[in-house]
């Protein structure tokens, strides 16, 4: 669609994938002729609307809306709300205030599953739901979860092969409060990736770049467009391999990139990666091969790399000093690799350390012409963007926008929520669920969770601030919303459950064994005396074992027995290698058949309670993802527009969903 043909009479200016732009708004106060300005824009906008349905055929679809205006679908929630605001009252208070939510989010700890008596499952999970869950086959409780037309499942009470009103009921909250994540793919540019660009990637990542670079290079053109201003550079924020880069750097995007990565082997792999697609090039060496080879046939082959081994022995075969300060004598991965700025054409430029906040001075100040701050950066017009920054580097990506002047969008698809920090501590709950922390008893995870990192979870003020005490998830919820429910094959949840059954049994064993002590929660020590232990006041000490070799998930025996291997063996165990060779090495086979004897009949408690906590994290990150677009709300004098939508299809790669802002 041609911009010109719209420009001038209703202030459009550009129609991208799913939305219209339309330069700032006036402000409501405002009146012109003595009509306000909410008055005219309402006539604008119903006339835009028509103009655009009727001339061009152009339906808005859900996600329609007005850049430059609060617009109507921000966020791609369920069409039960009206209003964004609505659907972040509804999410915020189904948070705050559903008990079996909080449970499965971050209550339960798969390791203290069967530790004690009657267990997590019984003690925890409301006694209506335990009969049908435990009667139900996994993948038919998935199909309930993630895929049944909830409309024509009917609960009939005295069934147990139907679902309690209270579960149907929590199902359909839990999908109602997940934002959407149906994709819709516009055609990039690149259908297909050039073979040069596309070397290395898996399927998921080619799925990922072709529609995330088609995606970000659109998003350019309309804000060029909205301000009349192309931008200077795209600032990818860990760039791994900088697939991403690569692709917007070569034709037809030609873009400038400023890949920053934590890690130097990374970068170096790029860097390899942009030769072989021609967007640069080695040095090349000029230098008396003969001579060279002579050198190195006298090394032992583990010094031939070694620039100064190579000069001894070019003195030792009777080489004049001033010779060897004339052969270049460095290894082929030391040569440089140049990139060359050439009008219209891509460009790549590399900064490779670990960012800590969203000040970007660091990395502009390394950037060629503006080394040091040298020049200044006025002419610099960056968008931010990233494909599955993990934690809080996606915190740092949308908070750049509000902390650098160049930086004047932001379009950031997060990953790996685990490795978020945590700016509120850990979360308080009300009984029933009233342990001090709800975290599993783990130093590191403890001590990271009381840190409370200003730059962590949750980053709006409104979640920070809600209700006095915000909003928090540990570990355990935030780990679960990495998971993709709506993905698992039957094998692949088979293996789910199979590994944390057998890990929650050996788990049981540890504690029969003394292996591992019962730790109580209870602030006062001496209230411990003689109570109960139960999932509420107290948990097991955690052994973290890692995964074992395949063979070791093909029974329960073969399991217990390579987890005592690895415990006992592997040096980076050493802290329990003497306790389990003490505790557990006598133990026999029939012993470990009774354990697994006595459990199996409660795996589907397990498997159940797992499905459950994995479909539920999806109200986890849907929270975690709109904290991220009000982040950007709040901050309405900087930013002029900010929306979330799918960018990828979700059984190609689940963390599909962007968060954008654009800057006034
Ligand atoms: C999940 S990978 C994604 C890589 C790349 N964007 C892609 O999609 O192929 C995240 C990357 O971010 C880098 N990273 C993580 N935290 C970082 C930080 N604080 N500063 C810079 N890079 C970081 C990691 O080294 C890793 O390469």
């Not at 617009?71 to 205030?97: A, C, I, K, W």
């Not at 929590?170 to 540019?189: A, E, H, M, T």
């Amino acid at each position: 669609m041609k911009s010109d043909i719209l420009t001038s009479p209703l202030h459009l200016v550009e129609i991208s994938r799913r939305r219209v732009l339309v330069p700032r708004p006036l402000s409501p106060h405002r009146q012109v002729h003595g009509v306000t300005s909410t008055t005219i824009r309402a006539h604008v906008a119903q006339a835009f609307d028509i103009f655009l349905k009727d001339l061009l055929g152009v339906v808005l679809n859900r996600h329609g809306r007005q850049l430059g205006c609060q617009g109507e679908r921000p966020l791609p929630y369920s069409d039960e709300f009206s209003s964004p605001d609505e659907y972040v009252q509804s999410l915020v208070h189904f948070v705050t205030n559903s008990e079996i939510f909080q449970f499965l989010c971050g209550g339960v700890h798969i390791l203290d599953f069967f530790t004690s008596e009657p267990g997590i499952f019984v003690t925890a999970v409301p006694p209506e739901w335990q009969s049908f869950l435990v009667n139900c086959e996994p993948m038919a409780f998935m199909d309930l979860l993630v895929r049944d037309d909830l409309a024509s499942v009917s609960s009939q009470r005295g069934d147990p092969g139907s679902p309690p009103e209270s579960l149907l009921q929590y199902v359909k909250d839990i999908r109602r409060l997940s934002l959407q994540r149906s994709f819709r793919p516009n055609k990039p540019k690149l259908s297909v990736l050039p073979r040069s660009v596309a070397l290395g990637m898996k399927t998921k990542k080619v799925h990922e770049v072709v529609h995330f670079a088609g995606y970000i290079d659109r998003l350019s053109e309309d804000i060029a467009r909205v301000s009349g201003k192309e931008l200077t550079h795209l600032v990818d924020f860990g760039s791994g391999q900088n697939y991403l880069g690569r692709t917007l750097a070569s034709p037809p995007y030609n873009k400038h990139i400023v890949a920053v990565e934590s890690k130097e082997q990374n970068m170096d792999g790029a860097k390899n990666l942009d030769i072989l697609s021609g967007l640069a090039d080695k040095e090349k060496l000029v230098r008396n091969k003969k001579l060279y080879h002579r050198i190195l046939e006298s090394l032992d082959p583990s010094e031939r790399n070694d620039e100064e081994a190579l000069k001894r022995a070019a003195k030792a075969l009777g080489v004049a000093d001033e010779d060897i300060a004339t052969i270049d004598l460095r290894s082929r991965s030391e040569l440089q690799v140049t990139y060359t700025a050439e009008e219209g054409k891509g460009f790549i430029e590399y900064v490779v350390g670990r960012l800590e906040h969203a000040d970007l001075r660091g990395v502009i100040s390394q950037l060629r012409g503006y080394e040091n701050a040298v020049k200044p950066d006025d002419d610099l017009r960056m968008m931010a963007v990233s494909i599955h920054s993990c934690g809080n580097l996606s915190h740092y990506g949308i908070r750049s926008m509000v902390l650098n002047p160049c930086i004047h969008a932001v379009a950031i698809v997060g990953c790996c929520y685990n490795l978020l920090t945590e700016k509120l501590g850990p979360p308080s709950y009300k009984p029933p669920y009233h342990r001090p922390s709800l975290q599993p008893v783990n130093a590191r995870v403890a001590r990271e969770s009381a840190r409370c990192d200003p730059q962590g979870f949750p980053m709006s003020d409104f979640f920070s601030t809600y209700k006095n005490d915000g909003i928090s998830f540990n570990i355990t919820a935030r780990m679960m919303a990495c998971q993709a429910p709506e993905n698992w094959t039957e094998k692949e949840s088979d293996g789910f459950f199979t590994r944390h059954f057998y890990r929650a049994v050996l788990q049981k064993i540890f504690l029969d064994k003394g292996v591992i002590s019962r730790v109580y929660h209870q602030q006062d020590e001496s209230s411990v005396d003689g109570e109960t232990p139960s999932p509420f006041n107290s948990s097991t000490n955690p052994v973290v074992i890692g995964s074992l070799r395949k063979q070791c998930y093909t029974s329960f025996k073969a399991y217990v027995r390579g987890a005592i291997t690895k415990l006992t063996t592997n040096s980076e165990f050493s802290q329990y290698n003497q306790v389990i060779s003490e505790r557990m090495a006598a133990i026999t086979d029939e012993e470990i058949a009774k354990y697994e004897d006595r459990y199996r009949d409660r795996r589907r408690e397990l498997s159940a309670i797992w499905s459950l906590m994995a479909f539920s994290a999806c109200v986890v990150e849907s929270l975690i993802v709109t904290d991220r677009w009000l982040f950007l709300r709040e901050h309405s004098d900087i930013v002029r527009d900010c929306w979330v939508e799918t960018v990828f299809d979700y059984r190609e790669s689940p963390r599909n969903l962007v968060v954008v802002g654009i800057k006034r």
